[in-house]
């Protein structure tokens, strides 16, 4: 299982950017998905969450900007970011709680997978 992270880059402040997260593999099944940012010096944050039935939560500081989303048929999580401010610099990390699927009858086994990161740049 991988998660590949892309959408980021430079923007200026009150623009937009949409992150894009897929989880790549033999899977059986997701449950929660989210996004952390991690800005330089920093420790890595958690910016949202989404759960398998489409339950969302935002860090205060995103809420009311930020949009997190799923589609479940293409393993594939999204974060759409509005009116993006200077402090919203830094990598953007995704993870995703997968159960691999092993073949017919084996256990599920659900692990915390992350992505590579894709790096956000928004300048004043």
């Known amino acids: 299982v991988q998660l590949q992270a892309s959408g980021g880059g430079s923007v200026l402040a009150g623009g937009s950017l949409k992150l894009s997260c897929e989880v790549l593999g033999s899977i059986f099944r997701i449950r929660d998905m989210g996004w952390y940012r991690q800005a330089p010096g920093n420790k890595r944050d958690l910016v949202a969450t989404?759960?398998?039935?489409?339950?969302?939560y935002y860090a205060e500081s995103v809420l009311g900007r930020s949009t997190i989303s799923r589609d479940n048929a293409k393993n594939t999580m999204y974060l759409q970011m509005n009116s993006l401010k200077p402090e919203d610099t830094g990598v953007y990390y995704c993870?995703?709680?997968?159960?691999?699927?092993?073949?017919?009858?084996?256990?599920?086994?659900?692990?915390?997978?992350w992505g590579k990161g894709t790096q956000v740049t928004v300048s004043s």
């Open positions: 989404i759960s398998n039935e489409g339950g969302t």
């Open positions: 993870y995703a709680d997968v159960a691999p699927w092993y073949g017919e009858g084996s256990k599920v086994i659900y692990g915390d997978y």
